[in-house]
């Protein structure tokens, strides 16, 4: 029940942090990893969410 309202909310519940966000991106999408954006920048970094298929989502994170 708590991970599919944490599913539902488009929340993630893991967090991996990264030096370039955008490499990653790419390099995923290669991959046909399906985002829910493009990466976006934040009051707190440059994020980008993705699903992982078995209802989680995950994050990257980079700092600015």
């Known amino acids: 029940m708590f991970q599919k309202a944490v599913y539902d909310q488009?929340?993630?519940v893991i967090v991996f942090g990264s030096?370039?966000?955008t490499?990653?991106?790419k390099k995923l999408k290669e991959k046909r990893v399906i985002f829910q954006q493009e990466p976006t920048k934040t009051d707190?970094?440059?994020v980008v969410i993705f699903d992982v298929t078995c209802g989680n989502y995950t994050q990257i994170h980079q700092d600015l």
């Open 19 to 21: 030096r370039d966000v």
């Open 10 to 12: 488009n929340l993630p």
């Open 23 to 25: 490499s990653e991106y």
């Open 44 to 46: 707190w970094g440059i």
